[in-house]
Structure formats: C-alpha cells, structure tokens
C-alpha cells in the first residue's frame, strides 16, 4: 500500500439507485486517503450499477451481485467478500468527507475489537432525511440498552470481529437490521465508539408517500427485533419495547394535534 492508499474495504449497498451510488462513489474515490476496494454489493439486478462501477475500477471498486432483497443479507455479503481485514460501511444515498476513509482506518486499529460509528448529517431539509445524528460529542457505548446508536450508514469495524458474532440478522426486514446487530454486540461485552470526527452526509431524495412507506418499514423491522429477542426468553428487552411503543404514540399524536412535521426519528412521529 501506500501513503495515499490504506488496506481497507468499504461495503456500499445499493439496489438501482444509480445516480445516488455515482455520487456516493465519487466522494469515496476522492479520500485521502482512499480504501483500497469499493465493493458494491448489488441487488438491482439490472446493468446500469455494472456500468456506473466501472467507471471508478481505478479507484479499486468493483460489483458483487446479490441475489435476494434485504440490507441484511447484502450487507453479510459484502464483508464476506471483501478483501481486507478492516471494512468502512455506508450507504449509496450518503456522502462521505474527503478524511472518512483515514479516520476510519485509524479509529478501528485503535481498537481493533470494537465498531465505530459516528455523525450522518442531513443533506437537504432535515426533516426529510431518516436516520441522521448530529452531536458534536464522543461517546463509548456498553449497554445492550444503547442498541440504537448504530448508524450502519456511517460505520467500520474488523470483519473478523463482525462475523464471530454472526454478521447481520438477514431476517430482520426492511429495517432495524442495525439495532438488532448493535443490541447483541453491546449485550456481548464489546465496545462501541461514537466519533463526531466521523462524518457522512444523508441526502434527501425521498418524496413524502416514499418517506411515509420508509418510516412504515422503519416500525416493521423494529417489531421484528422486539419479537427476535422476545422469542429466546429475553425479557429485558420488553421492557424497552414498553418504552418505544410509548414514544412512538406520543409522537404521532403530537403530529396529530399539533401539524408537527414528520421527524427523522420514528420514535418522535
């Protein structure tokens, strides 16, 4: 390798969105340094990811297709695939800052056992991106209570660390795939780093019914992770699940009386 390149993998999901996933690359290829693979696990099925990948072979990336639906199993494919020992996640509707690969790589050899995440900031109107976090604050997470910090848009971790604990669940659909990973990572004893150095835009591409159906997907997975957990006896998690069900409803009906817009947190309505 060398000093404008680090051994690294960076795992980027996508399923036809090709001008998002150019742009995503883009901002990959220009990092400084870069990783030294582009892996883009596809499950679109079509040609035209095929087409926009090669466009940056230069930059080490390359397409693995996926068959199947769900960010789970594509994501499990990709660390499996992948050439390097340490890999850096995101999505292909973010962007990344020209240091993200650097800070990543030397974040998780710092700590080779843990996963690092870190701020997914809104690229366009703030309520119309899911998923984002903005605190300027470090923080080290070790409580299964935690298991929503995970931001799988912005995060890198040893594959090694991540398959010992058995990757993904694949059939958490469409959504939540990330909590249930963090909750059981968390409940194992293993560290887990928020870093604000660490930073990733979200962009706002969504109409209102898509964001609507996204938000609907978000509850679906959700009570798919309660019932996961709830199934093999754990019964701690049900009293968060007490807790979420609470917030949820009361963001609803403040969106309901109130004309409070939708928020980027599902839990808030």
Same mark, same amino acid.
Request: glycine share 10%; proline share 4%.
């Given at each position: 390798? /060398?000093?404008? =390149?680090?051994?690294?993998?960076? *795992? ?9 996933l ?12 870069? #990783?030294?693979? !582009? $892996?883009?696990?596809? %499950?679109?099925?079509?040609? @035209?990811?095929?087409?926009? *990948? ?5 930059? &080490?990336?390359?397409?693995v297709?996926?068959s ?5 199993r594509?994501?499990?494919l ?6 390097h020992?340490? =890999?850096?996640? /995101?999505?292909?509707?973010? /962007?990344?800052a020209?240091?993200?690969v650097?800070?990543a ?7 080779? +056992?843990?996963i690092?995440t870190?701020?997914? $900031? ?11 976090? @903005?605190?300027?604050?470090?923080r ?9 910090v ?9 594959? !090694?660390a !991540?398959r010992?604990? &058995?990757?993904?669940? @694949?059939?958490?659909?469409?959504? #939540?795939? +990330?909590?249930d ?14 870093e604000?150095?660490?930073v =990733?835009?979200?962009h706002d ?5 898509? $964001? ?9 997975g %959700? ?6 957990? $709830?199934? %093999?006896?754990?019964w701690?998690i049900?009293? +968060?699940l007490?807790h979420?069900?609470?917030q ?8 309901? *009386?109130?004309?409070?817009p939708?928020? &980027?947190?599902?839990r %808030? &309505?």
């Amino acid at each position: 390798m /060398t000093p404008d =390149v680090v051994p690294a993998s960076v *795992v980027v999901c996508t399923i036809g969105r090709s001008a998002h996933l150019r742009t995503c690359l883009e901002t990959l290829a220009r990092c400084a340094p870069r #990783a030294a693979e !582009l $892996l883009v696990v596809d %499950q679109s099925g079509g040609h @035209e990811v095929s087409r926009v *990948v090669a466009e940056f072979a230069a930059a &080490g990336a390359r397409r693995v297709a996926c068959s199947g639906r769900g960010v789970g199993r594509a994501r499990n494919l990709g660390f499996a695939t992948a050439a390097h020992e340490i =890999v850096l996640v /995101t999505d292909d509707d973010c /962007t990344v800052a020209p240091d993200w690969v650097g800070r990543a790589w030397r974040h998780v050899t710092a700590s080779p +056992d843990g996963i690092v995440t870190g701020r997914v $900031l809104p690229a366009g109107g703030a309520d119309a991106v899911p998923s984002t976090i @903005e605190s300027s604050s470090g923080r080290s997470y070790t409580a299964a209570k935690d298991f929503s910090v995970l931001y799988t848009g912005n995060m890198a971790v040893s594959r !090694l660390a !991540l398959r010992s604990i &058995g990757g993904f669940d @694949e059939r958490i659909s469409p959504a #939540a795939t +990330d909590n249930d990973l963090c909750y059981r990572w968390l409940k194992a004893g293993r560290p887990m780093r928020y870093e604000p150095d660490l930073v =990733v835009w979200h962009h706002d591409w969504r109409t209102p019914a898509e $964001l609507e159906r996204r938000y609907v997907g978000y509850a679906v997975g %959700q009570g798919m992770f309660y019932a996961k957990h $709830l199934r %093999q006896g754990d019964w701690a998690i049900a009293r +968060d699940l007490v807790h979420y069900a609470y917030q949820g409803c009361r963001g609803a009906a403040a969106r309901i *009386v109130h004309g409070r817009p939708r928020s &980027g947190d599902w839990r %808030q &309505g």
